[in-house]
């Protein structure tokens, strides 16, 4: 302490001096200055200066190699960092998946019939189909006003409708996958009598693709009280 004391006043001479002498490179300026500083202080013990520059010297390289390691395990901590920021992102987004395959978008199941009106049709153009007789819809997933069926999430959907028809002539149906046409059932009819055909799909639909069903033109169907002409739907398992 005593000698770190000594030291820090040599110091401030030298730069004290340093403007007179126009630096300290020289030997004999520093001795010359140790002897000033012994004169000024008689009872102490003059250190040796070179000895502790150059002890202070090494500390400094030692701290410098010190300061490198850290600065390298700061490195390596913030590259650890932020790949763990990276994966809890990553998880976020999986658990945001995993939400949307929860409960309230994977219970989905309808079951409608198209009127209590009686006939319906025959149109001269093609007309989507509109069930209006909501029995089930569990997930919303069908839309009376428009009667389009909007599938929630990817999966395997099952879909299965019943035609009636009553009239003499065509009776059929369309099933349409978003804007393309993947099925058409008809049947021809002599008489007016009660006719049903029955068929089903399985589909692999990613999350809002869209399904009804369209009346074609020139054809009829039928339905009243008795919910004969019906359209029905589910989910079977996300995909
Ligand atoms: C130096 O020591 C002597 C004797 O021990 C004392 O009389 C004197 O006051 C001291 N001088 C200083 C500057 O401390
Ligand atoms: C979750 O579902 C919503 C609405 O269906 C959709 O907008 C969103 O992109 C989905 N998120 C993921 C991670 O799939
Ligand atoms: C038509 O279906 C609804 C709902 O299931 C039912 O309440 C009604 O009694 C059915 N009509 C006939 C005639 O079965």
Not at 69 to 75: E, N, R, V, W
Not at 208 to 214: E, Q, R, T, W
Not at 228 to 233: A, E, I, V
């Amino acid at each position: 302490m005593k000698v770190a004391f000594g030291l820090l006043l040599l110091l401030l001479c030298l730069c004290g001096a340093q403007g007179e002498s126009g630096g300290l490179g020289e030997v004999g300026e520093s001795s010359k200055l140790q002897e000033e500083w012994t004169q000024q202080n008689p009872n102490a013990t003059a250190p040796d200066i070179w000895a502790e520059l150059k002890e202070l010297r090494d500390m400094v390289v030692e701290l410098k190699v010190h300061v490198k390691i850290l600065q390298g395990d700061y490195s390596e901590v913030e590259r650890r960092l932020s790949s763990s920021e990276w994966e809890l992102l990553d998880t976020k987004k999986r658990i945001d998946q995993l939400e949307n395959l929860s409960a309230a978008n994977t219970k989905v199941a309808f079951y409608t019939a198209l009127t209590d009106a009686g006939y319906v049709g025959p149109y001269t153009t093609d007309t989507t189909l509109k069930y209006s007789k909501v029995f089930t819809n569990i997930g919303n997933a069908y839309d009376a006003a428009t009667g389009f069926f909007k599938a929630p999430v990817k999966g395997a959907y099952y879909f299965q409708f019943t035609v009636c028809g009553h009239h003499t002539g065509l009776m059929g149906v369309y099933v349409y996958k978003n804007n393309q046409r993947i099925m058409f059932n008809v049947e021809w009819k002599e008489a007016q009598q009660y006719k049903y055909f029955t068929n089903s799909v399985v589909l692999e639909l990613m999350a809002g693709d869209k399904i009804h069903l369209a009346l074609p033109a020139t054809h009829a169907l039928y339905d009243d009280g008795s919910n004969q002409s019906t359209f029905s739907g589910a989910l079977l398992f996300p995909l």
